[in-house]
């Protein structure tokens, strides 16, 4: 009897205890899954801040909403005076936008009998006639012949009078282009830049090398691609 009455008087001193001691309040429980439960204080602050997103969020679409009805506003008004001026208010394309762009002028020829000029001037026109979507024939003439100075000026003067009479052909590019190359590239011109090609030799740097044989190349037009290949080996 001695162990069993001290076993019910220590459960008696421990039933005394919990009595005597608080409940746990909800904020110090363990939830359901194991993890501490949010504080209360921490779940006003988050629906504040969803609160204030939402607003947020409003009036910005509220803002949207206005701007597109000036943006569409802004085109009617536009459309009414294209109407009244006559102006076309098609959509403004992508290849509309670089046709707008500033091309830079060409350098003008002089008549210089340098093969290498005649050839960089020609170049640099059909380099303009593509930025500047030039495709009429009479057009491109009439836009090489202001770009010639000097005794070029003086040779295209004696070739219009000539058009005019009737006894000469260059209402093309293509003769226009043929008729400058006969009249100003150098005499014997491929024939000096066969020979020098014979001579020329890998002496310095290949960079050198590689740029003497180019220019020279620019004054042989006939050769094949497979000969220039086996004469620059």
């Not at 509309?96 to 290498?116: F, N």
Request: glycine residues 4%; contains cysteine.
């Amino acid at each position: 009897m001695g162990p069993r009455r001290g076993a019910v008087t220590r459960s008696s001193s421990s039933a005394a205890n919990m009595v005597g001691q608080e409940p746990e309040s909800p904020k110090q429980a363990a939830s359901p899954s194991g993890q501490a439960a949010i504080p209360e204080e921490e779940t006003s602050r988050w629906a504040e801040t969803v609160m204030n997103l939402e607003v947020k969020v409003f009036a910005l679409e509220a803002e949207i909403t206005g701007l597109s009805s000036e943006l569409e506003d802004c085109r009617q008004v536009i459309q009414e005076w294209a109407g009244a001026f006559g102006v076309s208010n098609a959509p403004v394309v992508a290849h509309d936008v670089g046709a707008r762009l500033r091309i830079p002028e060409s350098k003008a020829y002089s008549g210089a009998r340098d093969a290498k000029e005649v050839e960089n001037f020609l170049f640099d026109m059909e380099q303009y006639f593509l930025a500047a979507n030039v495709e009429d024939e009479a057009r491109k003439v009439s836009t090489v012949t202001m770009y010639l100075t000097g005794d070029a000026k003086l040779w295209w003067r004696t070739k219009y009078s000539e058009i005019q009479a009737n006894q000469v052909r260059l209402d093309t590019w293509a003769l226009l282009r043929e008729a400058i190359r006969v009249q100003f590239f150098p005499e014997n011109v491929e024939y000096n830049a066969r020979r020098a090609l014979r001579k020329l030799e890998h002496t310095g740097s290949m960079q050198d090398y590689v740029k003497a044989f180019s220019a020279l190349m620019l004054d042989i037009r006939d050769m094949s691609e497979k000969d220039k290949l086996f004469t620059f080996m």
